[in-house]
């Protein structure tokens, strides 16, 4: 955030309770058409407008709703009699007549007005209820207990405010403005939806928001982002979680895995192991996750997790940390409604707790819009509409853009912010504009067939906004914040605090990379590929007899064969693992998980036991069947020449796959080398140029030939060894020893100059 260079702003939103009230989010309705009569009923009914959102999860407070928030956490112990008690109400409204018809009327729709549209209070589903249970007593018995843990633990309040955000890239040499002057604010129990339309700069709002846009390929940034009036430091990383639009996650591990290896690398050093532990089961029933927890996660080739329940392991995996700020990315994309829901209920519980929601959302249904509290509507990097979600539409009322029929406020909203003026009343401003323009076309049309631009929309909307309502919002923004300056004083530390020390960060990740890819080295596949392959090669080399000179050179072609496949074969695995992992390694390391040199040492390590499993396989089989010198030294010699080429070479995988980056990259780079290396092995080519001859000592393939060779032949027949002496074998180890390092420094260098986005 170097680049911020303004001082911070106030806001006096700070000021305000955590809690919500439901009136909040009812839609303003001066226009009413059509209000249907359980709403009316409802509304009118004190019990019933109390309902609040908090309720509707079994927390609402004592003080029947209002009392949300940071402040809910002396309450928690009577979350479950509340749920209880909640229930037996729905029971009695249910049971009675009225009560059906209000029910059926919420299962069929909602009350539509020109102004917006009003989720009748009412509409409190079972999913509402409990958000991500089917079994709505077990949840509620075991999630009763759960939350009140982990919603106990304060959480430092952080207020963002952001005043006059400009985001410019340069695309082919000429500058572009992705964001044009973007304020706002989000205040601790509230949450913040970004809206727009495709492109308008959510996402790229949400990454300067969370300080993610430093690093390689970032663009010119202004303006002034501040954390309770500070500036973005590296100690706020461990108080910021951020829910990427990609569920980043292990294939192979199962949620339960997935979340206890989260807490015992992000949870400070404090907490024991049983603790963290016991944190990553408290994520799973609050997030109602318990009957998918051994299951894994899944992805394209492997059947795992459904999308709902994996959108809800990548949340567990940010709040595990208890996050003062959370940022989520479309975390309803991809989803049904109904989950859709879910998630962002569970994002209201999560900011009654005192946290800062701030969210992007593509088109959220009309339950869904009316669930957030502020709103920033977006176009073109535009802002068009920064306030109370509630308020939106009041707004653009104001300024003459009403809808013509029943819609979802949501989908108003952003037809309007793509300029989209189709069934919505057009301003008269905007309409006298372009009859004007028009005009001068000299046709017949009455004034009705214009429609204005979409060029014409924007602007109008954009100076709207600025003349009308953004003073106000300003204004806010300058109100003094309501905690000490101690507490401001907490976030502004620049030194980076890790979460376990040095040896526990690799220990954890060692034991996570075997248990992720255990499945790929032990699969049924690979172990068959390497079994058909040794047997054919036992069949072929059938008891080979090296006493004569065709013997002998077949032989060799044998060892050869080996030093090559154990060459080749690991190259070609070890390359996808840093492209592969890039994404992992960005989003661990932006919010400093661990070491980079932790996760280098444990991810190379951790390959080598899988790595040597079936090499011992294969050399049982082939050594034997080929009549290969049949004594145990004879055979752990030719063993330990086999590991030190397969080290090797997976050193040369990890250097190209690090260095490149890119999968198809590094294949072609890798089997060009690994060509290359082959033939100048030194068993298709007896006589090599001088000029090009040094290029042997680079391939792994040549020195693991002559080790073999020198393990079966005492002394080594000439013919097969080129009139190049081979003595006791050390320089060709050292060769090996040499590439095994070597290449794993090259690796470690280019993944550290690989900047991920956070660094
Ligand atoms: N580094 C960059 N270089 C070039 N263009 C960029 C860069 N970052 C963002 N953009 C452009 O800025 C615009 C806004 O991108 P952004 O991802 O923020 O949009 P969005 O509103 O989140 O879209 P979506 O809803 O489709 O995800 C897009 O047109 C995108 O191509």
New binding site residues.
Partial sequence: MESITEKPMMDDTAGRGIGRSKSDQLAPSSQSLSRTASAETVRSTPDATSLSRKSSFGKRSASGGAGAGGNSHGHSHIRKSRSAQLKLDLEDLVSSGAALSRASSASLGFSFTFTGFTPPPQAMSSAELHPFSDDENTMDIEAGTRRKKLMTEPTLPIYLKFTEVKYR?T?KGSP?E?LSGISGSASPGEVLALM?P???????LLTILGGRVAGA?A?ALEGCVSYNDEPFSKSLKRRIGFVTQDDVLFTHLTVRETLTYAALLRLPRTMTRQQKEERAMDIIYELGLERCQDTMIGGSFVRGVSGGERKRVCIGNEIIINPSLLFLDEPTSGLDSTTALRIVHLLHDIAEDGKTIIT?I?QPSSRLFHKFDKLILLGKGSLLYFGKASEAMTHFQSIGCTPLIAMNPAEFLLDLANGNTNDVSVPSELDDKVHMENQNLQNNNSKNDYKPSAQDVHEYLVDAYENRAAYKEKKKLLAPLPISDDMKATITSSKREWGTSWWQQYSILFCRGIKERRHDYLSWMRITQVIATSVILGLLWWHSDPSTPKGLQDQAGLLFFIAVFWGFFPVFTAIFTFPQERAMLNKERAVDMYKLSAYFLARTTSDLPLDLFLPVIFMVIVYFMAGLKATATHFFFSMLTVFLSIIAAQGLGLAIGATVLDIKKATTLASVTVMTFMLAGGFFVKRVPPFISWLRYLSFNYHTYRLLLKVQYNPVPDILINGIPLDNGVTEVLALVAMIIGYRVLAYISLRRAKTSAS
Avoid: Q
């Fill in positions: 890239v695309v572009r992705i727009g495709s492109g308008s700069g959510k996402t790229t390929g663009g992007t593509h």
